[in-house]
């Protein structure tokens, strides 16, 4: 078992709808959980982070963080075409320097 | 991603080859990390480096794969005799104190024939 799973997908949603991606994890040592965008061909851009459990929200984004059930969300309210893009979630201890574990990626496809 | 630039974007090389793939970050960053992007998977880590010291290497995959980062800013990750197995996007990201802040560069795509 991979210390991060999450779907894969691919996950189509109709625009203006509300998109719901979720990760699960293992390692109870994670302090910090990140989500990332990626669009073909380019470098993950960071969302947003939070720290240890609770919501965080930020425009359309909102991330939340259950660790007593080791599971991680990320939903976007009102999707647009332009959130097309793969979503990676993204794990680490406190201490700087820590690699990020990532899962492997939910590809989000939003039409018009 | 912000002020992380990698080159070259894309490579190709016949299998055996040597390469080496550059990533300059912007002053300032003293994390700087190496990760593997195959395709359909998310980064995996390969190696971390605080200024110029070498950290934690524990995800190069075998010792064909070198790192460095001599003076502390620009790092070169590098190859030797290349396998097919090693084609993927090579990612660095580059960060202050907080992992929070890892901004990536566009990655290095290498394809070995």
């Known amino acids: 078992q991979k210390e991060v799973e999450q779907d894969p997908g691919p996950l189509s949603v109709p625009e203006g709808a509300i998109v719901s991606l979720n990760c699960t994890y293992s390692?109870?040592?994670?302090?910090?959980f990140m989500w990332y965008r990626q669009y073909s061909r380019k470098g993950p851009e960071l969302l947003m982070y939070?720290?240890?459990?609770g919501n965080k929200e930020d425009g359309r984004f909102t991330a939340q963080v259950d660790k007593s059930s080791k599971y991680i969300s990320l939903f976007i309210r009102d999707s647009q075409p332009s959130d097309s893009a793969t979503y990676l979630c993204?794990?680490?201890?406190?201490?700087?320097?820590?690699?990020?574990?990532f899962g492997k990626g939910t590809t989000l496809s939003v039409s018009s | 991603g912000a002020g992380v630039s990698q080159s070259p974007r894309y490579k190709v090389a016949k299998r055996g080859q040597d390469v080496a793939l550059r990533c300059d970050p912007i002053?300032?960053?003293?994390?700087l990390f190496w990760y593997q992007q195959a395709l359909g998977q998310g980064p995996e880590f390969l190696t971390y480096?605080?200024?110029?010291?070498?950290?934690?290497k524990s995800g190069l995959p075998s010792d064909r794969f070198f790192a460095e980062r001599p003076e502390g800013s620009v790092s070169t990750l590098k190859i030797q005799r290349t396998q097919q197995e090693d084609s993927a996007v090579y990612l660095c990201?580059?960060?202050?104190?907080?992992?929070?802040?890892?901004?990536f560069g566009q990655g290095t795509r290498l394809t070995v024939v």
């Open positions: 939070t720290y240890s459990s």
């Open positions: 002053s300032g960053h003293v994390s």
């Open positions: 993204a794990m680490s201890g406190y201490q700087a320097g820590t690699a990020l574990i």
């Open positions: 990201a580059a960060s202050g104190r907080l992992n929070t802040e890892a901004f």
């Open positions: 480096f605080q200024n110029e010291a070498q950290l934690d």
């Open positions: 390692n109870s040592a994670f302090q910090y």
